[in-house]
């Protein structure tokens, strides 16, 4: 009876292990029997004539040693062999080069026995509770988690996930404004899961772009269900951003669906990351044009690209080189990121009068005219009339009569004045 009350108190106490360290049931099995085995070959120099069976139903295990009798004076390994004299004991019937198979009580090894035993347990656990944790958040780079901020310290705040993991969020990974207090909820991005010496780190990022593409992911469910792309962002975090979106369904504006009905979508994200300002965009693929969008609110009269160099000029009104600009320097710098391109502005200064917009001409020239001429670079009038007719036929592939008749009309308004 003391036997199997030691048994359950021994199995009791690895499952307590168990309900701490979050280890399925058969991934314990076979922790036990390993350490079971760990400690009967340091003891013994050998485990390989024991069987351990472990009852996971019960509760319980049992311990088989397999020992081949031999004569009383040619005993030399009591630990693979038994005299003839012990082994008749057992049985009468037992004769010299018979293999006996006795159960064998662990705790008879000694209190020493079951210390290492526990011991040997207990390091194997924390080994599987950090290749468990690893695995956990190897296949989580690039998604949100969700932690409670356990300590602050100078350089790094430690977070405790659900199941009491820590994680680490760097200071050079917060938001300028973010301010967090012991026991608070914070959110960010998984960037990185080291694993030295088998001691995982996880590192957690709110300045990522993926953050912010995640936390789009999560307010918009066109983007979540692939119907809208984030196909590039640029950040400066806690401060602003431009995104460049699209959409694979011409029914969805995917701008509009981006910042939703009075900002309500953006809104969340905005907060979220403190406050910083969010441009949402229309990505396309040409270049002249997605500056053009990236350098919004500014509007500009003409462009040159550099493909080689990746580089465009980009020309403006006076009254439109701040607004390109922007505060700080951040609107061209952002839309430099967004779009890689180098952008260098310079003030549009027309000598011979006053320029206009080609969506103003939008009642006499078709509106997919007037988008046609401004992806090669024609934003203004005198944009389209500095080039020749037949320039304006190649670059736009426009038929020679439409040529003719935008030419007109731009010439007229001119001749009026």
């Given at each position: 009876?003391a036997?199997?009350?030691e ?19 058969t ?18 120099g ?85 290749d ?52 608070e909820?914070a ?41 809208i ?10 401060e ?7 959409s ?27 406050n ?7 990505y396309?693929?040409?270049t ?23 580089r ?56 997919w005219?007037i988008?046609?001429?401004k ?37 007229a ?5």
């Amino acid at each position: 009876m003391a036997k199997k009350q030691e048994t359950v108190s021994m199995i009791d106490t690895f499952a307590e292990f168990k309900e701490l360290k979050n280890i399925d049931r058969t991934t314990l099995i076979s922790v036990l029997e390993e350490a079971f085995r760990n400690v009967i070959s340091k003891m013994f120099g050998s485990d390989e004539n024991y069987d351990i069976i472990i009852n996971p139903d019960k509760g319980d295990f049992e311990i088989w040693r397999n020992r081949e009798v031999v004569a009383d004076d040619e005993l030399e390994d009591p630990n693979l062999q038994i005299s003839l004299t012990e082994a008749r004991k057992i049985d009468e019937d037992y004769e010299i080069g018979e293999e006996i198979t006795d159960e064998v009580n662990f705790a008879g090894f000694g209190r020493r026995a079951v210390l290492n035993l526990r011991q040997a347990l207990a390091s194997k656990i924390l080994e599987l509770q950090k290749d468990n944790l690893y695995n956990k958040y190897k296949d989580r780079v690039g998604q949100i988690a969700a932690a409670e901020v356990y300590q602050i310290w100078k350089k790094e705040i430690l977070l405790l996930d659900d199941e009491e993991n820590e994680l680490i969020l760097p200071k050079t990974e917060q938001i300028p404004g973010d301010f967090f207090r012991k026991n608070e909820t914070a959110r960010a991005v998984v960037v990185k899961v080291d694993n030295q010496n088998n001691n995982p780190r996880i590192v957690l990022s709110r300045t990522s772009n993926l953050f912010m593409q995640r936390l789009f992911e999560l307010e918009v469910p066109e983007i979540h269900d692939g119907l809208i792309t984030i196909k590039r962002i640029a950040r400066i975090p806690g401060e602003r951003a431009k995104v460049a979106v699209e959409s694979y369904d011409d029914r969805i504006d995917p701008v509009g669906a981006c910042v939703g009905m009075k900002g309500a979508r953006i809104h969340g994200i905005v907060r979220e990351l403190r406050n910083e300002n969010i441009d949402v965009i229309n990505y396309t693929n040409n270049t002249a044009l997605f500056i053009q969008r990236a350098l919004s609110p500014a509007k500009i009269s003409s462009i040159k690209i550099h493909e080689t160099e990746k580089r465009a000029e980009v020309f403006l009104r006076p009254e439109e080189v701040s607004l390109a600009i922007g505060k700080g320097g951040l609107n061209i710098k952002l839309a430099s990121m967004l779009t890689e391109y180098i952008i260098d502005v310079f003030r549009d200064i027309d000598v011979d009068g006053e320029d206009i917009y080609l969506d103003e001409f939008s009642d006499e020239i078709e509106s997919w005219v007037i988008e046609v001429l401004k992806n090669i670079g024609c934003y203004t009038a005198k944009n389209v009339l500095a080039l020749s007719r037949e320039e304006i036929i190649e670059k736009a592939d426009l038929e020679e009569n439409t040529v003719d008749e935008i030419l007109g009309i731009l010439k007229a308004e001119f001749e009026d004045e």
